[in-house]
């Protein structure tokens, strides 16, 4: 098979996928050319590319799994001006049905920006249900020594 002799191997180890934007624009030749390169996933093949086609049902469903997660804590977000104002630029509609908001330009470098990392934010978690997730942990706490007790415990 031609397409499955061209897929390399993820750039980045232990990397298990890419949620593209394929809706529009460069977000479309963007998800073709990494499809060649990497595969496209579909229905059960290998390949590491998953295009998305942004719609307003799409953003719904992953908003609402977006937000359950930072309520749960189950997602830690940097403490940074303009994560926050991309969150926080998302609008519910009369309808009730979730968007974008005004763009808004970065404090820091002045670039426009369109809720940037709301939407990183959610490609990223359209994948997460499918990959493999890594065991969660707790730190070890020290425990006062005393007779028949271990120096550290969960």
Do not use: C, F
Not at 58 to 68: F, S
Request: hydrophobic residues 30%.
């Amino acid at each position: 098979d031609a397409e499955a002799a061209s897929m390399r191997p993820s750039p980045i180890p232990r990397l298990m996928g890419y949620a593209v934007d394929r809706t529009e624009g460069g977000g479309r030749n963007l998800g073709e050319r990494l499809g060649d390169l990497y595969g496209r996933r579909k229905e059960n093949e290998a390949g590491l590319i998953v295009e998305v086609v942004l719609s307003a049902g799409w953003y719904e469903g992953e908003h609402h799994r977006l937000r359950r997660r930072l309520e749960e804590r189950d997602l830690s977000i940097p403490r940074d001006e303009d994560v926050i104002g991309d969150l926080q630029s998302w609008l519910v509609t009369e309808r009730g049905h979730i968007e974008l908001g005004p763009k808004t330009t970065s404090r820091r470098d002045k670039l426009q920006r369109h809720g940037d990392v709301g939407v990183a934010l959610l490609l990223a978690q359209s994948l997460a249900a499918e990959l493999p997730q890594a065991a969660k942990h707790r730190e070890m706490q020290r425990l006062r020594p005393g007779p028949g007790r271990r120096t550290y415990g969960l």
